[in-house]
Nanobody, 126 residues
Framework: VQLQASGGGLVQAGGSPRLSCAAS????????RGWFRQAPGKEREFVAA????????YYTDSVKGRFTISRDDAKNTVYLQMNSLRPEDTAVYYC????????????????????WGQGTLVTVSS
């Protein structure tokens, strides 16, 4: 699976950009798609995830009610709609895909994911 993220850029606080993550390759093997982010000087953290078999969604507490993860199967694309952006949302956002395997890691754990996109920078100005 190859992942291509896009949609980042400079956004004012309160803005509502949408990130996209297009997948190509053997996408039928995908169990879940996720978004992570890494702010300057910080570790990568979980943002949101979507299980493809039942559309269950998961969010980190800081983005609940503001971000929405969704998918378009026809385009093999997952989106992250971000609303009410805050300066603390500034980070490089990475999309990821988890295959069907027996790993014990939570869907919120980066170790659960097998494939990663290149990252897209979102900078929120106050």
């Amino acid at each position: 699976v190859q992942l291509q993220a896009s949609g980042g850029g400079l956004v004012q606080a309160g803005g509502s950009p949408r990130l996209s993550c297009a997948a190509s390759g053997r996408t039928f093997r995908t169990y879940a798609r996720g978004w992570f982010r890494q702010a300057p000087g910080k570790e990568r953290e979980f943002v949101a995830a979507l299980k493809l078999n039942d559309d269950s969604t998961y969010y980190t507490d800081s983005v609940k009610g503001r971000f929405t993860i969704s998918r378009d199967d026809a385009k093999n694309t997952v989106y992250l709609q971000m609303n009410s952006l805050r300066p603390e949302d500034t980070a490089v956002y990475y999309c990821a895909a988890a295959g069907w395997n027996s790993r014990i890691y939570s869907i919120r754990d980066a170790r659960r994911y097998d494939y990663w996109g290149q990252g897209t920078l979102v900078t929120v100005s106050s």
